[in-house]
Structures are given as C-alpha cells and as structure tokens.
C-alpha cells in the first residue's frame, strides 16, 4: 500500500480525534503498513472502502479495531530497574510508613497504558515485597489501556519466558506458576489488579479515576503532540492526590509541559510529584 497524501491526512486527523496519537509525516509508513493488514482481514479493494466501512460501523466494533492496531505495546516484567528501585526501595517504604502513621491503609496505584499488563504485575510483586501484612490493607492497582485486546490477554496473566527475563529467580518461584516455558501469574498477585479500557484524552473517562497515590504512564506521552500531552497531563494531575508521585518513561519530561508537579530527586533518578 501507498497513501495518497490525503488519505495518510484522513486517516492521521481520525486517529488523532479518537486517542490523540499524532503519527508526524515521516511516520505514515506505519500507518500504512497497519492498516494494510487490517484491509486485507476485511477483504477491503481500497482505502475509501475501509474508511467508509469505518464510519457506518455504528457499534463502533471497528472503531475499536482500528485503535487496537494504532497502538504500539512493548513490554516485558521489570522494565526499567532505575525507576522500580526507586518505588521498591525509596517511595514504597516511605508512603507505607506515612499511611501507617496516620491509620490509612488505602493504597491507590495507577498503570495509565499497562499493555499486557506486566507492569501493574510487577507493581503489585514489588508491593507485596514491601507489606509484611498485605491483607491489612485496601490495595487498588488499576490498570487500563486503550487498546482492548493487550487488556484480554493481560487479564489471562500467562506470558514467554521473554517476558519475564528481568525478573530474579527467586521472584519468579514466588509469583509466577512456570509450565512448559510458559509463566502464569499467581493469584495473589492478580488479586490486587483490576483492568480496565481507558482513552487517556478522553475527559468523561478519565474523570472516573480520582485518589490515587502513584500513576505510572510510562512511554505514553512521547505518541501525542504538545496539545493532547498538556490535556493528559492535567488529567493525570486531577486523578492524583495531593503529594503522590507519577512516573514517565525516560526519554519523557514534564518541564515544558506543566508546572504543576515538583522534581523529586531519588538515588536512582527523578520522578514528579503533586504539589
């Protein structure tokens, strides 16, 4: 397939509308190769007949199609150690001592694009490695993504030894259930995750999230352009309380994006926190 610049446009500024992905000009190969894809599944001849299918799908199932193919879902257990030890061996300690402190034991955390979901998974092991008594505490870890089919197999939990590569062995005996090289999560690590679909532009959506103490929306922020970042972001910032920590991914920064979070400097890097 090669799109004629007005349809790469087209298709770009629907993309856009409904998650807020911007796909740049030197990107419409991707574009183009997804989309190739998903024609040749539906036996569609051409461009115009795929998009006029789109837009009398009034279930909206292709829609949904569409957005799942848009969406990029590199993952893998343990993803970034620097930014997991600073939430294992610095922000957990120091949060669970504070709620303690002050007779709270609810725990909100938020993994705003979690793919397949290894990383509320691993937030929830590193969790359980902090709380000498987990079952004394309400423990939330929402876990949404726009994409619908990385949320089924996330909520199945099973995954390659690929996956799991970064994870120490003894973590993997204690969490995981390994059959014929494949590793199912346990069910105590389920337990505390709940997954959902969410359009992290979406204002109604996001406006269903409130309270909680730490978003992860790593690698998230780098598929948007400045307008729709600006938008997540304060949408982030009104789910979060007052004082709680969001992690980005680290090629992404909030300095020119908002001025609404404080640089915290930890031993392992930074990390933003609410003011």
């Not at 036996?43 to 799942?68: M, P, Q």
């Not at 929402?142 to 939990?157: C, E, F, K």
């Not at 979060?240 to 994006?257: A, D, P, T, V």
Request: proline letters at 3%.
């Amino acid at each position: 397939m090669n799109l004629l610049e007005n349809d790469f446009k087209l298709f770009r500024d629907y993309i856009y509308e409904l998650t807020g992905m911007h796909f740049p000009d030197n990107k419409k190969y991707i574009i183009e190769r997804r989309l190739q894809k998903r024609m040749e599944d539906l036996g569609c001849d051409t461009i115009k007949d795929y998009y006029r299918l789109l837009k009398a799908d009034s279930r909206g199932s292709e829609v949904v199609n569409l957005i799942n193919i848009m969406t990029t879902n590199e993952t893998y257990f343990h993803r970034n150690l620097p930014q997991l030890a600073i939430l294992s061996d610095e922000i957990f300690p120091m949060m669970i001592k504070d709620k303690i402190a002050r007779n709270d034991k609810f725990i909100k955390i938020w993994s705003a694009a979690c793919s397949t979901g290894e990383e509320p998974y691993t937030i929830s092991m590193l969790l359980l490695e902090n709380l000498p008594n987990p079952a004394g505490w309400n423990i939330q870890i929402l876990a949404s993504d726009i994409n619908r089919n990385v949320l089924n197999a996330a909520r199945r939990g099973t995954y390659s030894s690929r996956s799991v590569k970064d994870v120490p062995p003894a973590q993997i005996k204690k969490y995981f259930l390994s059959t014929n090289g494949s590793f199912e999560v346990k069910p105590q690590v389920k337990q505390f995750v709940r997954f959902f679909s969410m359009n992290l532009v979406d204002e109604k959506q996001m406006s269903t999230v409130r309270g909680v103490d730490i978003v992860f929306c790593r690698n998230v922020l780098i598929y948007f352009d400045d307008i729709s970042r600006k938008k997540t972001v304060g949408l982030l910032y009104d789910s979060m309380r007052k004082g709680g920590y969001i992690f980005l991914g680290h090629s992404e920064s909030l300095s020119r994006i908002s001025t609404s979070f404080k640089i915290c400097k930890f031993k392992n890097g930074i990390v933003y926190k609410k003011e």
